[in-house]
């Protein structure tokens, strides 16, 4: 199974962008969905993650309260919308599903993800 992202590109600094992660071959709400990223030269770091019992979510404190996690059943499809973007936001971005758990950004226990998508924020 592999996950599809989208949505990345160039974005000046305080802009937003969303970034789509399409799952064919698995139901989104049969899964935790996670957004992870990984900046140039550090190790991968989980961003937001949503619970496949009951919808709920996590972010890590550098996005919280500029990040969305969201999921549309009809698309199959979960969202990270980004907001407020700073430089250090930089990376390449990844979902990934898991199994088991709920709500955690550990990404060891997450069995599928996608390719990535680059997220560029500077002016």
């Known amino acids: 199974v592999q996950l599809v992202e989208s949505g990345g590109g160039l974005v000046q600094p305080g802009g937003s962008l969303r970034l789509s992660c399409a799952a064919p071959?698995?139901?989104?709400?049969?899964?935790?969905i996670g957004w992870f990223r990984q900046a140039p030269g550090k190790e991968r770091e989980g961003v937001s993650v949503?619970?496949?019992?009951?919808?709920?979510?996590y972010y890590a404190d550098s996005v919280k309260g500029r990040f969305t996690i969201s999921g549309d059943n009809a698309e199959n499809t979960v969202y990270l919308q980004m907001g407020s973007l700073k430089p250090e936001g930089t990376a390449i971005y990844f979902c990934?599903?898991?199994?088991?758990?709920?709500?955690?950004?550990?990404?060891?226990?997450?069995?599928?993800w996608g390719q990535g998508t680059q997220v560029t924020v500077s002016s």
């Open positions: 990934a599903a898991g199994v088991g758990f709920d709500l955690c950004a550990s990404e060891v226990l997450y069995d599928y």
């Open positions: 071959g698995l139901t989104v709400d049969d899964y935790a």
């Open positions: 949503r619970s496949r019992y009951d919808g709920s979510t």
